[in-house]
């Protein structure tokens, strides 16, 4: 039918992308509304504390985690089942169809603080900070719902086709090291500038993703291109197999050296924040900044993972697929053609840094009363993801 059941870490996995709904990444959009808290000025340099001191302690400080979706709610698609399937969960795959758009993202994002401080000296505010952060961006096409052996198998006469070009993900681990300088150039216009030295540790990014699968049922033919471009940086072993294409990846040895494959391997970049924080009147503020205008240079651990080619399956080809009489295990047969396409070569990339730019307004309504609202547009791998 139209539903089907779920175990607990595929609900688990649903719940993560739809927390944050298509909305908001709810922490960063408080934070930004509330300078008084020293970790507001990673979001905006021009903010200056109250306090002349204050020191950030190893992870206690600030612990900062973003999740959030494009393309559903988590009641959207999921409801709970009815009568005997009251004690689980199905998924509405009709639904789910229904609300994806043509391309959808999903974001969880970390940033831990390890150490920070920031002073007063004359007319100038001073921060330091060392933070760890990661990034993971998965895009999905809508056809992504389509690849089913139900739906292919009753394609119509005139074949049914499955676009699942822009599937792919982004993730990015690297450290921070920054210092920034702020201050009141005119009264009522204070602004502020960090810069950041940046160590990229781990990295996994999808340059090129065009993968489109045909399906004919009379007569019957799978047809499939698929021209991928993966760039890595990570410990493993590529082992090849006698075409020249990857046999299989091991990661045996990964972790064996974390200092020199993840610390001190030579990965490195820089970026740039920028904010101001000007007041209108007494009672109306406004701010804006633009935080992480960056790069990381890879060089270390280098893979450049690159698939391009078609394929052609007649009723012949398919039929070791077959699991019984009429019956072909379609998306088994594609995965198992697809495996053995992508070939590696080493060599240095770039990646540019998730850029975000903030921009608010506040107004003092009553003594102890202050309303707001702030804008949150985050640039990643060149896709534009805003909020509000």
């Not at 999740?67 to 509405?92: C, E, K, M, P, W």
């Not at 007041?279 to 109306?284: M, Q």
Request: with cysteine.
């Amino acid at each position: 039918g139209n539903y089907f059941k779920m175990p607990a870490y595929i609900l688990f996995f649903f719940i993560l992308l739809s927390l944050s709904g298509q909305k908001l990444a709810a922490q960063d959009n408080t934070m930004y509304l509330m300078p008084d808290i020293p970790q507001a000025n990673q979001l905006n340099p021009a903010y200056m504390k109250l306090c002349r001191i204050y020191v950030e302690l190893p992870v206690i400080s600030s612990v900062k985690v973003n999740i959030r979706n494009t393309g559903f709610g988590f009641h959207d698609v999921i409801a709970r089942g009815t009568g005997t399937q009251s004690d689980i969960y199905l998924l509405n795959v009709l639904s789910l169809d229904k609300k994806l758009k043509k391309i959808n993202f999903s974001q969880i994002e970390t940033d831990i603080d390890l150490l920070g401080f920031g002073f007063g000296y004359k007319e100038w505010y001073f921060t330091f900070g060392i933070s760890t952060h990661s990034n993971m961006l998965l895009s999905y096409p809508h056809d992504i719902t389509l690849l089913r052996d139900d739906y292919l198998q009753n394609a119509s006469i005139n074949g049914a086709q499955i676009n699942l070009s822009h599937l792919g993900t982004d993730i990015t681990l690297w450290n921070s090291i920054g210092v920034s300088a702020a201050k009141e150039i005119r009264d009522g216009l204070k602004v502020g500038l960090r810069l950041k030295y940046l160590q990229g540790m781990a990295n996994v990014i999808s340059r090129r993703s065009d993968l489109i699968l045909n399906y004919s049922p009379n007569p019957v033919e799978l047809e499939a291109f698929i021209r991928y471009r993966i760039n890595a940086s990570f410990p493993v072993n590529v082992i090849d197999g006698p075409n020249g294409a990857i046999n299989r990846l091991n990661f045996d040895n990964s972790l064996s050296n974390i200092t020199s494959d993840f610390i001190f391997n030579g990965n490195r970049g820089v970026s740039v924040d920028a904010g101001f924080v000007y007041d209108l009147d007494d009672i109306t503020q406004v701010s804006g900044s633009i935080t992480d205008l960056g790069f990381i240079r890879w060089k270390k651990n280098t893979n450049i993972f690159t698939a391009d080619r078609n394929y052609l399956f007649n009723a012949d080809d398919l039929a070791q697929f077959q699991v019984n009489t009429g019956s072909i295990d379609l998306v088994n047969s594609i995965n198992d053609s697809i495996s053995g396409v992508f070939r590696s070569t080493s060599k240095t990339y770039y990646t540019l840094t998730p850029i975000k730019i903030f921009g608010g307004i506040t107004r003092l309504l009553l003594p102890q009363l202050r309303a707001g609202a702030m804008t949150r547009i985050e640039i990643y791998n060149l896709h534009v993801m805003p909020s509000l």
